[in-house]
Structure formats: C-alpha cells, structure tokens
C-alpha cells in the first residue's frame, strides 16, 4: 500500500495563477482532509470530505475549492494564488469512528506552495 | 470553540527525560493524540489515548491524560538526538472526525 500521496511535491506560482493539489488513498477510507500548516500555528483544516460526492469547510476555507468525486480521490484548487496561501499543504485520510484503525488519521507527505 | 495549546519550544539535553504539556478545551473528544513531525516531512503519529483513560505507556513514551482539568502531557524517557522534532497534540471532533491541532512543541535535544 502506498498510503497516502499528494501531487506535486513542490509548486511555485505567480499570484493570480490557479492550481490543483491532488490528494491519493489507497486503503479505502471514507473520510478525507486537506489542512495547511504555517509556522507557529500547527495545521489549520481547509476542507474535508466524509465521503464520496460530499465536501465541507473547515476553518479556513476561503480562497479554496475541494472535490471528491472518486472516494480515493481529495482535490484542492487555488482559483486564484495569493502570497497568503504560501504554505505546506498536508492531506490526510481515515476510517469513520467505529470501524477497524478509525482512531487513526493517516497523513501524506505535504506538497509546499510559494506564491509570489 | 475548540481550541489546543502548547507551549512552542523545549530544549532537554540527551537522556533526560522530556515533557511536553498541552490543553484543550472539548471535553466530549474520543481521542487525544500525540504525533511527531521530522524536519521536511509529513506527521506520524506517535501515540494516542483514549478519553476514558489516564495513562498510557508504550515503550520510552508515557501519556497521561487529566480529563478535570482538559490536560494531556507527553513524556519521553531517556530523551535521543533522534527524537529532535516537533510534536503536535491534537483532538479529534467527533462530527467528521476532523483533528484539532496545537501549534506543536519544537524539541530540540542537546548532546
């Protein structure tokens, strides 16, 4: 199993560009996240998705889009990159609670954004 | 609303043992959970303990959880070099199974 996996590793844009941040899980997981982590301030949820075809907003959502449409598959798009979103972007997936290893909430590699 | 504290830095020298203390403020979270971060690399987790328990241990960790007073605590025995990373407590919200993180605590042992 190769987890959790984030594409691309390392991405800079100029402000204004548009983005997408693909987020990949092979261990079946209903529940999915897309955080941001900035110094000083641990990691901040963006959105999360409890299943398939379904998204919610986390505490700092604005200037970000998700889709879920596959359950293996959590998206993040920048429609418009500004400096403010430079950041490290942490995906992670997890079983619903109640279910087999639901107490663990499985993280991927980052992918670090510079806006400039 | 939910909130994780943490102190940002503690420095320990090589193996003395390390504490890392944090609060939280929803009582009605499952879990609590400790995980570790290298320096350029993603969160593992390390440990975690489940809310109708005051203590865990495994190996040179030892969890202890004070539900009265919404406080959790990670100690590391005989603190290595290897150990230098920062540590995130978190708790999980039970409507989604979101984690709620601290800023994380950067350890950094001295040889």
């Known amino acids: 199993n190769a987890g959790v996996t984030q594409t691309p590793k390392f991405r800079v844009l100029k402000t204004g560009q548009s983005m997408t941040l693909l987020c990949a899980q092979d261990m079946n997981h209903e529940y999915m996240y897309w955080y941001r982590q900035d110094p000083g301030m641990g990691l901040r949820l963006i959105h999360y998705s409890v299943g398939e075809g379904t998204t919610a907003k986390g505490e700092v959502p604005d200037g970000y889009n998700v889709s879920r449409l596959k359950k293996q598959n959590f998206l993040l798009g920048l429609e418009s990159a500004a400096p403010s979103q430079t950041s490290v972007y942490f995906c992670?997936?997890?079983?619903?609670?109640?279910?087999?290893?639901?107490?663990?909430?499985?993280f991927g590699p980052g992918t670090r954004l510079t806006v400039t | 609303g939910e909130d994780v504290e943490q102190s940002l830095f503690l420095s320990v020298r090589e193996g003395d043992s390390s504490v890392i203390n944090c609060t939280y403020t929803?009582?009605?979270?499952?879990?609590l959970y400790w995980y570790k971060q290298e320096p350029g690399a993603g969160l593992q987790l390390l440990t975690y303990?489940?809310?109708?328990?005051d203590m865990k241990q495994d190996q040179r960790l030892t969890v202890l959880l004070n539900k009265k007073d919404k406080h959790l605590s990670l100690r590391i025995a005989d603190t290595q070099t290897g150990d230098s990373a920062i540590y995130f407590c978190a708790e999980n919200d039970n409507q989604g199974g979101k984690l709620i993180f601290g800023q994380g605590t950067e350890l950094s042992v001295k040889p």
């Open positions: 929803d009582s009605s979270s499952t879990y």
């Open positions: 303990i489940f809310s109708n328990m």
């Open positions: 992670a997936s997890r079983q619903p609670h109640g279910t087999s290893s639901s107490y663990e909430q499985y």
